[in-house]
């Protein structure tokens, strides 16, 4: 009863965040990211960014799956790492791949679709990075609920820059779609619930009168 | 090493295979024991040989003097979408691919067409060693000594018929050993094409081996085709069929996305893939990328096999 472990459970959380990418550093310097390491770092960033975007989508539902709040407390941090690993996904390509090539930049992000939405679902983590301390939250108020449900359509377009890429095989794409479209069903699920929320109940106390 | 001449491979470039090749020896021995316990007839020494050596004579006039890839990243860094679509499936998986006995069927417009045995198909021919360029559509590349010998030998020996304008291969089917077929990813068999103009180039190999030693699975054993100045996919891999045609063939990628794939493939910094620049390329355990050369680099000898083709429109 001395210690109150929940104190230590964040840092915990946080530094699990980290792991992925201090993998990957290790890997690089220990030649471990096989025949092609610097396009393995750009795959690999890529992938982890989807997964912090999945689990960050998670929150919520698991609020209220779970009916305690805990998840919450962890839906900021998870999607400020979403961004840290989109970042570092983005400067992989523009150094790996491009070597910092603006004018090549530019005609991938213009001719190139899968690029295209890519680039456009970074831009748009940027606001919401921006205004994800408490002040931001207290002074958009409402509107910062609706800014943030922007990471809805991020979604969709990380899960969409992924499935242009692939060549034939696409059901590593499809997995991950599969898992967003579930998190954002339950959202609508659960809206048209609170909604209704008494609709299914009335119509038994009706049938009963 | 048989190779006559003196190698100019890096000992260090060399001690990964040996490795290597203790894991191919034991996955023979095994399934040698297998067969042999089950009461089946084992595998001839004549049919899979027990050293994974090759003798073959250098040809230096055919062969680049850049450095080349580890034979290590050659062997583990593969696009083989029978045995998965990620690039190190094909090492994992390809071991269990049965590649003795082996039939290659020769058909369509040539006097000699039937089935022959692999053996049968290489006794005439001497291999050579060649080492030549390999670009990948996906923008990277690798310096590769094959051993094999010109397609344009074999072709000749099974005589087609003039009206023979197009040589179709065909890729094993054996979804049992080859895990990647058991999905609908391409449409199976893997097949691919070359005009007969190209398959006669002197560039164009049949290859057996590579390092001098017999092809890996995941390299396309027992016999691939090597097209150095076209794109990686077009070097077909485990052929079991050659048919000589009067129409061009429909390659499996072209079938599969027509507009990123044409039937020519030749590598082509000119013409972007789609969904990316295919301007330079990165040579693997580079860190620069390099500029990608028209025909990979091969174009003295083969841009006039293109002579008046508009080359974006016949990408």
């Given amino acids: 009863m001395s210690i109150d472990y929940r104190l230590f459970i964040k840092p915990l959380v946080f530094t699990a965040c980290l792991l992925p990418v201090a993998w990957l550093v290790w890997a690089l310097l220990s030649d471990r990211l096989g025949a092609n390491p610097f396009e393995e770092l750009t795959r690999q960033s890529g992938l982890w960014t989807l997964r912090f975007l999945l689990l960050t989508l998670l929150m919520t539902p698991l609020r209220e799956l779970l009916g305690r709040a805990w998840p919450l407390k962890y839906r900021r941090m998870l999607g400020l790492f979403t961004f840290f690993y989109a970042s570092a996904h983005l400067l992989t390509y523009l150094w790996f791949d491009q070597f910092f090539d603006w004018q090549e930049i530019f005609t991938d992000i213009v001719k190139r679709p899968f690029i295209t939405v890519g680039m456009l679902a970074w831009l748009l983590l940027v606001p919401l990075a921006l205004t994800s301390t408490k002040a931001m939250m207290k002074r958009l108020g409402r509107k910062w609920k609706r800014l943030h449900q922007l990471s809805y359509g991020i979604g969709l377009l990380a899960v969409l820059h992924f499935l242009w890429l692939v060549k034939a095989d696409l059901r590593e794409p499809l997995i991950y779609m599969g898992i967003l479209l579930a998190l954002l069903g339950f959202r609508l699920w659960h809206r048209r619930r609170q909604q209704f929320p008494l609709r299914r109940g009335k119509a038994v106390a009706d049938l009963s009168s | ?315």
């Avoid at chain 2, 040809?59 to 593969?78: Q, V």
């Avoid at chain 2, 890996?216 to 000589?244: C, D, E, M």
């Avoid at chain 2, 507009?259 to 493939?265: I, K, M, V, W």
Wanted: aromatic residues 12%; charged residues 25%.
């Fill in chain 2, 1 to 315: 090493m048989l190779i006559k001449k003196p190698s100019d491979i890096k000992p260090s470039e060399i001690t990964p295979q040996s490795v290597y090749q203790r894991r191919r020896e034991f996955m023979r021995t095994s399934l040698g024991l297998l067969l042999a316990g089950a009461g089946l007839p084992g595998l001839s020494a004549a049919t899979l040989p027990r050293s994974g050596k090759l003798d073959a004579v250098k040809n230096p006039s055919l062969s680049t003097d850049e450095t080349l890839t580890p034979w290590a990243n050659a062997t583990e860094y593969n696009n083989f979408y029978e045995f998965g679509s990620d690039k190190y499936s094909p090492a994992k998986l390809a071991g269990r691919l049965t590649t003795s006995p082996w039939r290659l069927s020769i058909e369509g417009e040539v006097a000699r067409s039937g089935s022959y045995t692999l053996e049968d198909i290489l006794r005439p021919h001497a291999l050579e060693e060649r080492i030549y360029r390999l670009r990948c559509v996906e923008r990277w590349s690798m310096v590769v000594p094959w051993v094999g010998f010109s397609l344009a030998e074999l072709i000749k020996r099974f005589e087609p018929t003039s009206r023979a304008k197009y040589v179709e291969f065909t890729t094993l089917y054996r979804p049992e050993e080859m895990p990647g077929q058991k999905r609908r990813v391409l449409d199976w068999p893997y097949v691919e094409g070359l005009r007969m103009d190209e398959a006669m180039h002197p560039l164009t190999m049949l290859a057996v081996g590579l390092y001098g030693e017999i092809l890996p699975n995941q390299n396309g054993a027992p016999i691939r085709l090597v097209v150095p100045w076209k794109y990686g996919f077009k070097s077909i891999k485990s052929i079991v069929k050659i048919r000589f045609t009067e129409q061009q063939p429909v390659s499996t990628w072209t079938r599969s996305a027509p507009s990123e794939y044409g039937f020519y493939s030749n590598v082509n910094p000119d013409v972007d893939h789609p969904r990316w620049s295919q301007k330079r390329e990165r040579r693997l355990g580079e860190f620069l990328k390099r500029k990608t050369e028209p025909f990979n680099g091969y174009a003295e000898q083969v841009a006039g096999l293109y002579r008046g083709m508009d080359l974006k429109k016949y990408y």
